[in-house]
């Protein structure tokens, strides 16, 4: 079977090859239906009378005959024959090496350890460290950007190196308020500016005791929320302007507003100075004792405004864990005339007084979590006007001490408790001393992570018109629960008791509010907010208790 083969493929290469030789002389008939192509059916006679071709030098051996099988190594080196110039066995194609072979994997010397220490980096603040920082700076200024690949360097000394720090995988930030604002960056500073449009209904815009009728209204609200974020000293500030319009009450329109800055400068490591700054702006109702008069259908037909502006400036030095502070504290009181629908005026521009004053403050840190102190105050409040509209002169001198603790229970409670004296003498001795007791208190209870509670306690002593008191000795207490539906979705109940003591005179008021408050955020900039609240004053005096129900709804814009 091979031999057959074999004598097949040499006719075919000994016809391909006459052909290419003598072409004119190679004319073989073409073989006739059934006949078989075999060397011996080939005429080859013109073929002899070709010249002889001469052997190729080496080749002077007789080529084996064509029966004998093909060893390897005639298969890869086939010779020609000398009896056919132009016929030879065809070639093997040889394999060659594969192009660019992978390198072989690199094996560490004999006697190495398998996982190698890092090697040294330099200090920081070493010569050689600096040196590199200066040549990497050189590089980037001829037009080098990103990554540098510098040369490899001598290894510094031990004196000056300590073993490269391995990188570790930072963990993963969880945002614990998801809603929060962003605010917008300016250098250093972060600004929350925000604005809240509410509409509501109102069931006694004046705060009267009879004759009152109810009113839609529309309330908006802007502010503006500062925080510094430096790594030393601070500064905030917190400012919100309101203004109510009332469609079916005249004269209830009302503005209202309050704000506070903070800088705090830290001169050194234990001396620090602070500057301080506050406003408010807020209005009487027309029932206020103090505007009220003797005369029968005699009321007032506007809204006295109060403006208040106050500034502070301190010095805290520490020493260890005693802190020593001295203020000095400057307060404007301004207040509007009032207007009765009889065409008269109450001129209470001339009450507007100017408040200076000293605070000194000392506390100690018995331990992280408890800082007690104690305080005293001393101020001085001159009117514009030596008599106020009733014959009294209302200069006074007032003095307070408290005593105090900041504290945290537990990682659940936390806040700032005191409590003291005040009093204040009036230059009219036909005006009582005011004085009493004084207890401020602020207190926070994290029940569960969804749930907080709010405790509030103040005690202020505030100037009044009305005759033979001397002042307001105010007392308060507010009680707030917050709890998270969801996230983005808050419900507040709040309840707040009051009681006001206008010292020298039979006036003593009661007044109680309680509500609730939601917050839905559709994202971190737009809230909807609903709320309502439920109001009642008791007063000791005649034709001055009033009952008000307000409800409001809302969108919350803040960037």
Do not use: C
């Amino acid at each position: 079977m091979a031999s057959a083969k074999f004598q097949s493929r040499a006719a075919a290469t000994t016809l391909i090859a006459l052909s290419l030789a003598a072409p004119a002389a190679v004319a073989p008939s073409r073989p006739a239906a059934g006949q078989t192509l075999s060397p011996s059916s080939l005429d080859i006679t013109p073929l002899r009378d070709l010249p002889t071709v001469p052997s190729i030098p080496g080749l002077g051996a007789a080529p084996p005959s064509v029966s004998q099988p093909m060893t390897q190594e005639r298969r890869a080196a086939p010779e020609l024959s000398s009896g056919a110039p132009n016929y030879g066995l065809p070639r093997v194609r040889a394999r060659l090496p594969r192009p660019n072979p992978p390198p072989a994997p690199l094996k560490p010397p004999p006697l190495s350890p398998a996982h190698p220490l890092p090697p040294l980096e330099a200090y920081k603040t070493s010569v050689q460290a600096k040196a590199k920082i200066k040549r990497q700076a050189k590089l980037r200024m001829r037009g080098f950007r990103g990554a540098l690949d510098l040369p490899a360097e001598r290894p510094p000394p031990p004196n000056v190196a300590l073993p490269a720090q391995i990188p570790a995988k930072p963990k993963l930030r969880i945002d614990a308020n998801p809603y929060a604002p962003l605010g917008l960056g300016v250098g250093s500073l972060r600004l929350y500016p925000y604005a809240e449009p509410t509409y509501g209904y109102d069931t006694n815009p004046n705060r009267l005791t009879s004759g009152y009728q109810g009113s839609k209204f529309f309330r908006v609200d802007a502010g503006l929320r500062l925080r510094s974020e430096w790594s030393r000293d601070e500064i905030q500030g917190n400012l919100r302007l309101g203004y109510v319009d009332y469609f079916s009450v005249d004269n209830a329109d009302r503005p209202d507003g309050v704000g506070d800055a903070f800088y705090r400068w830290d001169v050194a490591r234990d001396t620090k100075v602070k500057f301080e700054g506050k406003f408010t702006l807020d209005s009487q109702r027309p029932g206020a004792p103090g505007l009220v008069t003797s005369l029968p259908n005699v009321t007032v037909v506007n809204r006295p405004l109060i403006v208040s502006l106050g500034t502070a400036a301190g010095v805290t030095q520490s020493f260890g864990r005693l802190d020593v502070t001295m203020r000095g504290t400057f307060d404007r009181w301004i207040f509007q005339n009032a207007y009765y629908n009889d065409g008269s005026t109450l001129n209470l521009m001339s009450t507007s007084y100017n408040d200076p004053g000293i605070n000194p403050r000392i506390s100690y840190e018995l331990t992280p979590s408890m800082k007690p102190y104690v305080e005293a105050t001393l101020d001085k409040r001159v009117h514009d006007s030596w008599l106020d509209p009733y014959g009294y002169a209302r200069d006074s001198t007032g003095v307070s001490g408290r005593a105090g603790s900041t504290f945290k229970i537990t990682d659940l409670v936390t806040g700032e408790a005191s409590g003291g004296y005040a009093q204040r003498d009036y230059a009219d001795p036909r005006l009582p001393r005011l004085r009493g007791p004084i207890i401020d208190a602020a207190i926070i209870y994290t029940a569960t992570p969804l749930t907080t509670i709010t405790l509030r306690a103040g005690t202020t002593l505030s100037e009044t018109t009305l005759q033979g008191a001397a002042g307001v000795l105010s007392r308060n207490v507010t009680f707030d629960v917050t709890h998270a539906m969801f996230r983005n979705f808050t419900i507040t109940a709040t309840g707040s008791y009051q009681t006001n003591n206008y010292q020298g005179a039979d006036t003593f008021e009661q007044v109680g509010t309680a509500g609730v408050k939601l917050e839905y955020k559709l994202t971190r900039s737009i809230s909807i907010k609903g709320s309502y609240f439920w109001q009642r004053l008791v007063s000791s005096t005649a034709n001055s208790n009033f009952t008000a129900n307000v409800i409001m709804g809302g969108l919350r814009f803040e960037p």
